[in-house]
């Protein structure tokens, strides 16, 4: 199992974050052996994370991280 930090204020983190929303609302995770969420309880995550990535600025960028 791999850990990843809730710090999103580190660049190389929150890129990472912004892959897994990408790929869970893809359908590429959970893989299809493992079991999934339900519906609900994954789009309530997703949405959660992506208000979180809504808007951060990356260290070291006057730039704005913007998700939609």
Not at 14 to 34: C, F, I, N, Y
């Amino acid at each position: 199992m791999t850990v990843l930090s809730s710090g999103l204020k580190n660049a190389d983190t929150s890129a990472t974050w912004v892959k897994v929303h990408d790929r869970v609302l893809a359908g590429e995770m959970q893989p299809e052996k493992k079991p999934r969420p339900a519906a609900r309880e994954r789009d309530k995550v997703m949405s959660e994370l992506a208000k979180e990535l809504t808007g951060r600025t990356r260290r070291g960028s006057n730039r704005t991280v913007a998700r939609e």
